[in-house]
Every structure is written in structure tokens, then in C-alpha cells.
């Protein structure tokens, strides 16, 4: 039996795939994420200035979960949004 007629043979013998988040969806997921996104950024930055007289520990750990948080619903939002895109497009 060739390679090709494996591959088909276990093709058709697989469950078909479902995924987490329905391909419908991912659009307003990645909406939503890609404007919390820029919330936790911006609140990021913003709080370097408002948290002047705090000591400097607490400052650092402030800035790290919030830039944290930003960057991970960035890359939930690249991540919904090329789903959408680049299967719509």
C-alpha cells in the first residue's frame, strides 16, 4: 500500500475536527480582545506617571501585569482575527 493511500485511508477514518471557538465567532473575539488589548497598554503606560510616589517595587509590579495582561489579549486578537480573515478573505 503506498504512502498516498495510507494518508486517504486515515483521512476518512478520523473524527472530524471541531474547534473551541466557532469560525463565526472569531471576528467579535478578536474586536473585543484587540480593544482590551489597547486598554491594558494604554493603562500601562499611563500608570508610570500616576504612580509617582509609590515605591519603586510596587510601581514594577503594577506596570508588569498590566503590559502582561496587554500583551496576552494582543496575541489573542492576532490570533482570532488572522483565523477570520485569512479564512474569509
Known amino acids: 500500500m503506498s504512502s498516498y493511500q495510507e494518508v486517504y485511508k486515515l483521512y476518512h477514518q478520523a473524527s ?43 510601581q514594577f509590579v503594577q506596570y508588569s501585569f498590566l503590559s502582561l495582561a496587554g500583551s496576552a489579549f494582543f496575541g489573542l486578537a492576532t490570533i482570532f482575527l488572522t483565523n477570520s480573515f485569512g479564512v474569509y478573505a
Request: glycine share 10%; no cysteine.
Open 16 to 58: 472530524e475536527f471541531e474547534g473551541v471557538v466557532a469560525l463565526e465567532s472569531q471576528p467579535m473575539y478578536g474586536t473585543i480582545t484587540a480593544v482590551l488589548a489597547l486598554v491594558f497598554i494604554a493603562l500601562a503606560l499611563s500608570s508610570i506617571s500616576k504612580a509617582a510616589g509609590l515605591p519603586l517595587g510596587l
